[in-house]
């Protein structure tokens, strides 16, 4: 699945959590890096008007689906792919590093939450390293010095799996330097996935999932905060359905 932005564009290019696992699997073996971003509306309305946003996207390594009205897209466009929301994905990865033998790291948040964090995946999932963490400061330049000595001390302490909870652009804009800096590093932006783990932020009950409304569910919970965001993200679908029509006929050609 496809998104355009003028002459640029991005592309889902993992279909479900299976084949991203074992993806990832290969480049733990390998000692290789990656940089995994989990797309979703609020990412396309920034895309659209962000040109660093959008360059450090396109060096991501794996791209999947993060919300349900991507997965609905590809369908419409006839290239589907699964529902795989960047929330869901720590536990599994852990237990990934873990029975990799690889070292892990957790960058964002805050201090306290992060030290919860630590002790509650180290507690859950048997064997896990967490080896480092590190809440950057307040007005976190994901290009500056700051990133650049975090990046150093991942690299020195071989770090293969990084979890960024920095938020939309910034924990891709640092995987995207991370990718040059600490090329031996897995850097997986997963947004509010850490705090999620200790109860820090909420997250919708699973039958609100189930029925498609974490997004109002999240609105109800801090309507001045997310409400207009949600209103751009619905401003754009028109175009985006278009956009997968187009892909839906071209695919027949």
Same mark, same amino acid.
């Given at each position: !699945?496809?998104?355009?932005?003028? +002459?640029?564009?991005?592309?889902? +290019?993992?279909? %479900?959590?299976?084949?991203?696992?074992?993806?990832?699997?290969?480049?733990?073996?390998?000692?290789?890096?990656?940089?995994?971003?989990?797309? +979703?509306?609020?990412?396309?309305?920034?895309?659209?008007? %962000?040109?660093?946003?959008?360059?450090?996207?396109?060096?991501?390594?794996?791209?999947?689906? %993060?919300?349900?009205?991507?997965? =609905?897209? /590809?369908?419409?466009? %006839?290239?589907?792919?699964?529902?795989?929301?960047?929330?869901?994905?720590?536990?599994?990865?852990?237990?990934?590093?873990? /029975?990799?033998? #690889?070292? #892990?790291?957790?960058?964002? /948040?805050?201090?306290?939450?992060?030290?919860? &964090?630590? /002790?509650?995946?180290?507690?859950? &999932?048997?064997?896990?390293?967490?080896?480092? #963490?590190?809440?950057?400061?307040?007005?976190?330049?994901?290009?500056?010095?700051?990133?650049?000595?975090?990046?150093?001390?991942?690299?020195?302490?071989?770090?293969?799996?990084?979890?960024?909870?920095?938020?939309?652009?910034?924990?891709?804009?640092?995987?995207?330097?991370? *990718?040059?800096?600490?090329?031996?590093?897995?850097?997986?932006?997963?947004?509010?996935?850490?705090?999620?783990?200790?109860?820090?932020? *909420?997250?919708?009950?699973? =039958?609100?999932?189930?029925?498609?409304?974490? =997004?109002? =569910?999240? !609105?109800?919970? +801090?309507?001045?905060?997310?409400?207009? *965001?949600?209103?751009?993200?619905?401003?754009?679908?028109?175009?985006?359905?278009?956009?997968?029509?187009?892909?839906?006929?071209?695919?027949?050609?």
């Amino acid at each position: !699945m496809k998104f355009a932005f003028e +002459n640029q564009e991005i592309e889902v +290019n993992v279909p %479900d959590a299976d084949q991203l696992k074992k993806l990832i699997k290969d480049r733990f073996d390998r000692k290789e890096g990656f940089g995994l971003a989990t797309v +979703n509306l609020d990412h396309l309305v920034k895309l659209a008007g %962000d040109q660093q946003f959008l360059k450090a996207y396109q060096r991501q390594d794996f791209i999947v689906a %993060d919300g349900r009205p991507i997965v =609905w897209l /590809s369908r419409l466009a %006839d290239r589907p792919v699964e529902l795989v929301p960047g929330s869901d994905l720590v536990i599994p990865l852990c237990k990934l590093a873990a /029975s990799t033998g #690889v070292k #892990v790291a957790l960058v964002g /948040s805050t201090d306290p939450i992060l030290k919860q &964090v630590q /002790s509650a995946l180290m507690h859950k &999932v048997p064997g896990l390293n967490v080896a480092y #963490v590190r809440a950057p400061s307040y007005g976190f330049d994901p290009h500056g010095e700051e990133a650049r000595d975090i990046l150093k001390e991942l690299a020195t302490q071989e770090i293969s799996l990084c979890f960024l909870a920095l938020g939309a652009p910034k924990q891709e804009r640092f995987s995207e330097l991370g *990718r040059s800096l600490a090329p031996q590093t897995g850097f997986a932006s997963i947004g509010a996935g850490l705090d999620f783990i200790v109860g820090a932020q *909420r997250r919708a009950p699973r =039958w609100v999932r189930k029925l498609a409304l974490e =997004w109002l =569910w999240r !609105m109800l919970s +801090n309507p001045m905060r997310l409400f207009p *965001r949600y209103m751009q993200c619905f401003a754009i679908l028109p175009g985006q359905i278009a956009q997968a029509l187009r892909l839906r006929a071209a695919s027949k050609l």
